[in-house]
């Protein structure tokens, strides 16, 4: 039986059996030289180090980030809108704005690279390196390029 580990260039990671069986690996997906992928860029996490892959592609998972983002969007620039709204008005009746530009409005939310809130439980799955290698075998894991 092959010993597999999550192996990691920084950008790419793959379970792999060794750092030229990684760069493989991604060399094939990318259809890129394996000169690009030198195999000293590449090393293996300790199998109980916690790799958590975000869901890319927030519309396809049935949760409510997207119209939760979409409103924290609007209530973070609220104030700027409202400012804007007063400028025009005052500059209307001729006079100027001697108020300070708003900076935006700090919700207290945060949202994970995908979209998902930072907590959203189904916006990434959270295994063990020896996790991801039992439930996915060898092959490419993810990236933070695509």
Not at 47 to 60: C, F, G, K, P, S
Request: hydrophobic share 30%.
């Amino acid at each position: 039986m092959i010993d597999l580990h999550v192996w990691t260039n920084g950008t790419d990671t793959c379970v792999a059996a060794s750092a030229d069986d990684a760069r493989t690996i991604a060399a094939e997906l990318t259809g890129e030289s394996l000169d690009d992928y030198p195999a000293d860029e590449w090393s293996a996490y300790p199998d109980d180090h916690v790799l958590r892959i975000w869901h890319e592609e927030n519309d396809t998972v049935e949760c409510g980030c997207k119209a939760l983002h979409e409103q924290d969007s609007i209530e973070r620039q609220a104030p700027r809108e409202a400012w804007v709204r007063l400028e025009k008005l005052i500059q209307s009746m001729g006079g100027k704005m001697d108020l300070p530009f708003p900076s935006e409005v700090d919700t207290g939310r945060r949202f994970d690279p995908c979209g998902h809130e930072q907590n959203c439980p189904k916006g990434s799955d959270s295994k063990t390196c020896a996790q991801w290698v039992a439930s996915d075998g060898r092959g490419f894991l993810c990236s933070t390029e695509y």
